[in-house]
Nanobody, 117 residues
Framework: QVQLVESGGGLVQPGGSLRLSCAAS????????MGWYRQAPGKQRELVAT???????NYADSVKGRFTISRDNTQKTVYLQMNGLKPEDTAVYYC???????????WGQGTQVTVSS
C-alpha cells in the first residue's frame, strides 16, 4: 500500500554532494521507519542509513560523518544528504519503508548515483 519514489541521483565528481529524496504515499508515513540502501554491481544490497518516526538515526560506518538522513513528515518525504562523495559510493540507491510487525518492507524503484571524475 505504501508507494515510494526516489529522485535526486546523478553523476557527481569525487568530493561532491547530492541530495536524494524519497516521496511516500499513504497516511501512516509518520510512524514508519524509513531507510536508504544501496547496491553496487556484483555486490549485495547494504544498509546506508535509517530514521525512525521519532527521528532516531542509524548509519553504516562507511558513511558516518558524510551522509545525513532526515525526514519531513508533513511532506511525507525522506532525504539523504550525501557530502564528500567517493567513487565507492557509486550504486543504485533504494528507499525503504518499514514498520514493526511487517514481514517485509516496501521499496522504491531506485535511483542511480555515480561518483566519477
Amino acid at each position: 500500500q505504501v508507494q515510494l519514489v526516489e529522485s535526486g541521483g546523478g553523476l557527481v565528481q569525487p568530493g561532491g554532494s547530492l541530495r536524494l529524496s524519497c516521496a511516500a504515499s499513504g497516511s501512516i508515513f509518520s510512524i514508519l521507519t524509513m531507510g536508504w540502501y544501496r547496491q553496487a554491481p556484483g555486490k549485495q544490497r547494504e544498509l546506508v542509513a535509517t530514521i525512525t518516526g521519532g527521528g532516531t538515526t542509524n548509519y553504516a560506518d562507511s558513511v558516518k560523518g558524510r551522509f545525513t538522513i532526515s525526514r519531513d513528515n508533513t511532506q511525507k518525504t525522506v532525504y539523504l544528504q550525501m557530502n564528500g562523495l567517493k567513487p565507492e559510493d557509486t550504486a543504485v540507491y533504494y528507499c525503504r519503508a518499514d514498520r514493526a510487525g511487517w514481514t517485509n518492507g516496501y521499496w522504491g524503484q531506485g535511483t542511480q548515483v555515480t561518483v566519477s571524475s
